[in-house]
Structure formats: structure tokens, C-alpha cells
């Protein structure tokens, strides 16, 4: 889920421009090189209120915008955090979390497999921030006028219109989230919450890049730092949102990926068997693929279509089918009965050009090549 201060993208190797701050319970936090950026840009913004607030404070208002800001973004960690901990909760696996120029992502492995823990690990960010938004705002009036008073007032300002915002109903903010699991509910279709919360997430797209043209009917005039920010949010939520309808038409094939029905019939011989042998053993059972297997049936190694294909015919006698066999690996053995999104996050995992399907009881089924499925999703 990736929003500006709540989500959860797919697992993927940490961005060159980001470095490990500290690691919580197994789950990293990064700070991306852009973080200090947009501190950069919110001590300027700030810098003109601080003046304000103390006319003697000269350049060292840029030192208290940082400050505030660096208070904002702990703010959003607490956010983020509270995605974690959400995740966890439903044993699922968090691996890090990334502050970044529009907020911050919360890496959680695979999705929630139920419309109420999607709802869940959407919903905390969104209310973390509203409530520290409202304890801030209840006790400002326990500060005096001055600079502490007006750190206080940022906080709630921020927290309010963060948690807020993430609760617009449109991918990929946490609202969107919210959304796509209610309909899910609903409807019984996780497709179906992806497509409709994306869609609502381009309406906000648009919502975003014209708000600062509807400022001046509401009384205030529109500045340079609004134009410039509600692209950039436009840009953002409409991306976000394209990812998730392309990933839902993609989810949406996956039911046809079979691995038993993809399968290409494979017969087991022994690892001493000559080549040439298990290949005329192989047209005879019009099997595909063949299977190097132990002395229990149990496979332990499959023979490499290209090896044998490059194999000259008179060389086939004398070169054992284990000569040519890649020894199984851990992710190599893949049940037959597995299909769908579980099939491909296998294959994902573990890549390969082939894979042995096996039965319950361990015996071969067949071997699966990826090109197959790979031409099966482009047919579906």
C-alpha cells in the first residue's frame, strides 16, 4: 500500500537512494535520499510564519523549520508504524519502512487474504494521524504564545489534513483501501474493490490538479507552492491508481493458469539411464519432459530440453540423462495442483525454465516450462 503517508508496494530490493536508519522488531526503516528534500522545501515555506511568530530570530527560522518539519515526519512514522503493526498482527510479513518526499510506504509481503484485514491495515494509518492530529490540537493551549506553541499547531494542522486526506476514497491512499475492501465485502470480488477504488483515485487525480484553480472562490489566492503541489499530487494518485487497474487486468487472467492443465506429460528414469534411451522412452509415452528420479521415485533431478537439443544424435548413447539433469533445487518442485497468483508468486520466487509438478504423495505429475505459462497469460 503506497499513498503519502500509508503503503504497501511489492517487495523489491531497497532503492540506491535510500540508507537504513535503525531496524524495529525485524522490519527495516529507510529514509530516502528525497527526505531531505522535502525538509529542505517545508523550513523554507515555514521559515516566513516563524519570523512571525519571532521577529528576532533572524536566519535561524530555516534551523526551526527543519526542526518542525523532522517533528511532521516523526508524525508520519507513527502512521507507518501503525501499518506495520497491523500487519504483523495478521502474521504477515513487514519488511520495511520507507520516509520519502511524499510521506512514507510500508513494505508488507503479499495482501491481506480477507476484506476485513485489508480494511484494518488501511484504516490505522489514516486514524493514527487523526488522533495525533487531535491531542496536539486539544493542548495547545497549555503552551504560551512563541515558537514550542506554534511547533503544536503545525503538528495539528498536518495531522488533521493528512488523516484526512488518506481517507479520500481512491487508490493509492489509504482511503482507496478502505474502499476496495468494502466493496470486497460487499460484492465478494477483490477485483472488483481494486477496479472501483481506482477509479477514485483518478477522480482525486483530478480533484488535485484543479483545487488550486477553486482557491480564489473560496476566498484565498492561489500561490506558485499550490500549482506546483497539486500536480505533483496529480501525477502521483493518477499513477498510483493506472498501477492498480493494470494490476487488477492482470489478476483478472490468473484463474486460467493451471499448473496441472499447463503441464507437459513427463516420464521418471534413472540418473545412469543413457540419453538416447530416455529420449525413445519418452516418445513412446508421448511425454514431454524427462525426470531423473531416485531409487524412492522421488525426483531429484530434471533434464535440460536445450542440453538434449544440442546434444548431437550420435553422442545421445554415450551421455547419461543425469549428465544433463539441473539437480532440483528448494522452489524447483512445485505442486500440481497449484494455479493462479500462488503459481506465479512460486515461479517469482524461484525463477527457472522448468519446473517438476509433483503430487501429494511426492511422485511426478509432469513438468511445467515457464514459456508455456507465459504463453497461456498471453493467450488468456
Known amino acids: 500500500m503506497q499513498d503519502q503517508v500509508g503503503g504497501r508496494p511489492p517487495r523489491r530490493p531497497p532503492a540506491p537512494g535510500s540508507f537504513r536508519l535503525a531496524t524495529v ?14 525538509v529542505g522545501i517545508l523550513a523554507f515555506v515555514l521559515a516566513e510564519r516563524i519570523r512571525e511568530v519571532a521577529p528576532n530570530i533572524g536566519t535561524g527560522a530555516y534551523l526551526v523549520g527543519v526542526g518542525v518539519a523532522v517533528l511532521l515526519y516523526l508524525s508520519v512514522l507513527l502512521h507507518e508504524i501503525s501499518h506495520a503493526l497491523a500487519g504483523l498482527a495478521f502474521k504477515m510479513q513487514v519488511h520495511s519502512i520507507n520516509l520519502h518526499f511524499l510521506g512514507g510506504a510500508t513494505e508488507i509481503e503479499g495482501e491481506a487474504t480477507t476484506p476485513w484485514r485489508e480494511f484494518v491495515i488501511a484504516v490505522v494509518g489514516p486514524l493514527t494521524s487523526l488522533g495525533i492530529g487531535g491531542l496536539a490540537l486539544a493542548s495547545v493551549d497549555l503552551f504560551d504564545q512563541g515558537l514550542l506553541r506554534f511547533a503544536v499547531v503545525a503538528l495539528a494542522g498536518a495531522n488533521l489534513v493528512v488523516g484526512v486526506l488518506n481517507l479520500v476514497p481512491g487508490l493509492p491512499l489509504d482511503g482507496g483501501r478502505v474502499l476496495q475492501a468494502t466493496v470486497w465485502a460487499v460484492s465478494g470480488r477483490r477485483s472488483l474493490g481494486v477496479v472501483v477504488a481506482a477509479w477514485g483515485g483518478r477522480l ?78 519418452a516418445q513412446l509415452a508421448r511425454a514431454g519432459s524427462i525426470v531423473v528420479v531416485g531409487a524412492d521415485g522421488r525426483p531429484t533431478g530434471i533434464v535440460n530440453e536445450a542440453a538434449v537439443i544440442s546434444t548431437p544424435e550420435n553422442r545421445r548413447p554415450w551421455v547419461s540423462c543425469g549428465d544433463l539433469a539441473r539437480r532440483i533445487e528448494d522452489g524447483l518442485l512445485i505442486p500440481a495442483d497449484l494455479g493462479g497468483e500462488a503459481l506465479l508468486r512460486s515461479m517469482h520466487t524461484t525463477p527457472a525454465s522448468e519446473y ?8 511426478v505429475f509432469g513438468v511445467l516450462v515457464a514459456k508455456d505459462v507465459d504463453a497461456a497469460y498471453r493467450d488468456a
Open 25 to 38: 522488531a525485524g522490519v527495516e526503516l529507510r529514509v530516502s535520499n528525497s527526505w531531505f528534500l522535502i
Open 204 to 281: 482525486a487525480a483530478v480533484a488535485a490538479l484543479t483545487y488550486p484553480l477553486l482557491l480564489p472562490g473560496f476566498g484565498f489566492q492561489a500561490r506558485l507552492i499550490d500549482y506546483i503541489m497539486g500536480f505533483i499530487l496529480a501525477a502521483f494518485l493518477w499513477a498510483g491508481a493506472t498501477q492498480a487497474l493494470t494490476a487488477a487486468k492482470v489478476r483478472s487472467k490468473l484463474p486460467s493458469l493451471q499448473a496441472r492443465r499447463l503441464a507437459r506429460p513427463a516420464i521418471g528414469v534413472p540418473a545412469t539411464l543413457p540419453l538416447a534411451e530416455g529420449i525413445r522412452q
Open 356 to 363: 517438476v509438478l509433483v503430487e501429494p504423495d511426492g511422485s
